[in-house]
């Protein structure tokens, strides 16, 4: 359905393309269960400092994010030039979600409450900085590679790094 939303409709006439050749792909992932997934904007958001990369993050899948749960995620800033990482805000989210361990097969989602003392994020500085530098040089990368700032989203999974997605940071 969303091959002829209007937009998309609009955005077809406007680049020329006939609608009887418009086709629509779908991409299948293997759903992930992160440990904390994250957002990065790899030029800072507001100023538009391209030195500047903001990451936010939280506790299991991405969603907690994209919901605007109530709550904050943790914020990072980390100057890609210098390494330097500061914590913007500690996360406060009261849920997370996750895929259900008793039916993982399935890929059912459920909230579990979550304990910010058992969170290294929130715990450790020195976790938080280490995170922070590797998301940056990630984020660095892909900004290389597609020649612009990028808004980036991924997950943390037993210490491996995962990219989702990426698109030009508007």
């Given at each position: 359905a969303s091959l002829y939303t209007r937009r998309a409709v609009l955005s077809r006439r406007q680049?020329?393309?006939?609608e009887g050749t418009a086709v629509m792909?779908?991409?299948?992932?293997?759903?992930?269960?992160?440990?904390?997934?994250?957002?990065?904007?790899?030029?800072?958001?507001?100023?538009r400092d391209p030195d500047l990369l903001v990451a936010e993050l939280a506790v299991g899948l991405g969603e907690t994010l994209a919901s605007g749960a109530r709550g904050s995620p943790w914020r990072l800033s980390v100057n890609k030039r210098t390494g330097a990482v500061e914590t913007l805000a500690l996360a406060n989210l009261s849920e997370a979600m996750v895929v259900?361990?008793?039916?993982a097969a399935t890929g059912d989602l459920v909230k579990v409450p979550i304990d910010y003392s058992k969170q290294p994020l929130s715990t450790s500085p020195m976790a938080r900085a280490t995170l922070g530098r590797c998301l940056a040089a990630i984020g660095s990368y892909v900004e290389e590679h597609f020649g612009s700032a990028q808004d980036i989203e991924g997950a943390v999974v037993d210490g491996d790094i995962y990219i989702v997605q990426s698109r030009p940071q508007p």
């Open positions: 680049a020329g393309v006939a792909s779908v991409l299948v992932q293997e759903l992930l269960a992160p440990d904390i997934s994250f957002v990065l904007h790899t030029a800072h958001p507001l100023s259900d361990e008793s039916a």
